[in-house]
């Protein structure tokens, strides 16, 4: 199966942004979803898994759903901060293998 | 609190085969499940390649799996990738991961691999 995100989202400060990601087949709450945050030129970190887990450390402006009537996942990220720019990507799993999205570019105008 | 940190050479001529390895630190190569090669095209997605556990098991991914090994050795505590025939499309930044089957909760800091002749 794909995963499917938008290319890009944009916001402003202080709002609130949720990217979403389309399972193409399969039901998105049968594999847990993770969801990471790559700024330019680091490693992705999780910022939710398990569907709605954030690890430690994460803010909690960050939460993440699952809506099986559109087999997505979202991410939700509220209050949002200059420091959030970055690019997020979902991943789950098929099987033995995993699978990532194709990245959304998040800009905070 | 585990730490990755991968190495190898960051040039690879193309046709040759590229090899990284991933050393494990603060943590039992043992104490977790899988281990999982991924890599990122610049300015692309990540794409995971693979995974290893620690018995040996693999997982490939299909469209790479003619092309990768992976090995682990537990004694250095330190798990390994091979990459036949590359080509240009292979430049990538290389991250080694720790994956508990609940996401990627470890990455290394990647190393950027760049086939050219």
């Known amino acids: 199966f794909m995963l499917t995100q938008p290319h890009s989202v944009s916001e402003s400060p202080g709002k609130t942004v949720t990217i979403s990601c389309t399972r193409s087949?399969?039901?998105?709450?049968?594999?847990?979803v993770q969801w990471y945050q790559q700024r330019p030129g680091n490693s992705p970190t999780t910022v939710i898994s398990?569907?709605?887990?954030?690890p430690s450390g994460v803010p909690d402006r960050f939460s993440g759903s699952i809506d099986r009537s559109s087999n997505s996942a979202s991410l939700t990220i509220s209050g949002l901060q200059t420091a959030d720019e970055a690019d997020y990507y979902c991943?789950?799993?098929?099987?033995?293998?995993?699978?990532f999205g194709g990245g959304t570019k998040l800009t905070v105008l | 609190q585990v730490q990755l940190q991968e190495s190898g050479r960051g040039l690879v001529t193309p046709s040759e085969t590229l090899s990284l390895t991933c050393v494990v630190s603060?943590?039992?190569?043992?104490?977790?499940?899988?281990w999982a090669w991924v890599r990122q095209p610049p300015g692309n997605g990540l794409e995971w390649m693979g995974e290893?556990?620690?018995?040996?098991?693999?997982n490939y991914n299909p469209s790479l799996k003619s092309r990768v090994t992976m090995s682990a050795d537990k004694s250095k505590n330190q798990f390994s990738l091979k990459l036949t025939s590359v080509t240009a499309a292979d430049t990538a930044v290389y991250y080694c991961a720790r994956d508990g089957r609940r996401g990627f909760g470890a990455w290394g800091q990647g190393t950027l691999v760049t086939v050219s002749p």
């Open positions: 290893i556990h620690h018995s040996g098991s693999t």
């Open positions: 087949s399969g039901s998105i709450a049968s594999a847990y």
């Open positions: 603060g943590g039992s190569l043992s104490s977790h499940t899988w």
């Open positions: 991943q789950s799993y098929d099987s033995s293998a995993a699978i």
């Open positions: 398990e569907f709605d887990q954030r």
